[in-house]
């Protein structure tokens, strides 16, 4: 009789790893809503009670689209969901590595600047964890595999 069991290639298809890809795809939701809140939302309503103009403290940057962008790449398995994975991934690693390593040579800490550098830690652990999981391959999507 012949059996259904999809074979060891497919072990994560609804395992730990795809539970562990999930809660990073909303994690980056989450990460998304924070800095348009943190870059947008809160510099407008400051510089509105400041009488300022709105635009003044504005961080302008378009790192949310691309997070919410791989975070349905995570979850509805597009074909180039591991390369984007890993290209943005390394891609945050650096350029916030780098970003920390100059502000804490000499730090400021006005609201502003510990509002970007609680952001950008928590980007950091984000794109951290999603890179070292990639890397070591406890992820599914380098099988190709589709949500079910």
């Given at each position: 009789?012949?059996?259904?069991?999809?074979?060891?290639t497919?072990?994560?298809?609804?395992?730990?790893?795809?539970?562990?890809?999930?809660?990073?795809?909303?994690?980056?939701?989450?990460?998304?809503?924070?800095?348009?809140?943190?870059?947008?939302?809160?510099?407008?309503?400051?510089?509105?009670a400041?009488?300022?103009?709105?635009?003044?403290?504005?961080?302008?940057?378009?790192?949310?689209?691309?997070?919410?962008?791989?975070?349905?790449?995570?979850?509805?398995?597009?074909?180039?969901?591991?390369?984007?994975?890993?290209?943005?991934?390394?891609?945050?690693?650096?350029?916030?590595?780098?970003?920390?390593?100059?502000?804490?040579?000499?730090?400021?800490?006005?609201?502003?600047?510990?509002?970007?550098f609680?952001?950008?830690?928590?980007?950091?652990?984000?794109?951290?964890?999603?890179?070292?999981?990639?890397?070591?391959?406890?992820?599914?999507?380098?099988?190709?595999?589709?949500?079910?």
């Amino acid at each position: 009789m012949a059996t259904n069991h999809p074979g060891p290639t497919h072990r994560f298809a609804t395992g730990p790893a795809r539970a562990w890809m999930t809660f990073l795809a909303h994690g980056l939701f989450i990460l998304a809503a924070w800095t348009l809140f943190i870059k947008y939302l809160f510099p407008i309503a400051m510089a509105l009670a400041a009488g300022k103009p709105l635009h003044t403290h504005i961080y302008w940057d378009f790192w949310p689209v691309v997070h919410v962008w791989l975070g349905w790449a995570l979850l509805a398995r597009p074909a180039y969901a591991r390369t984007l994975a890993l290209v943005v991934a390394l891609t945050e690693v650096v350029i916030v590595l780098t970003l920390l390593t100059g502000f804490l040579a000499e730090p400021q800490w006005s609201i502003w600047r510990t509002n970007w550098f609680v952001n950008k830690v928590f980007v950091l652990a984000c794109f951290s964890a999603l890179l070292i999981t990639l890397l070591v391959g406890a992820d599914d999507l380098k099988r190709g595999e589709r949500p079910s």
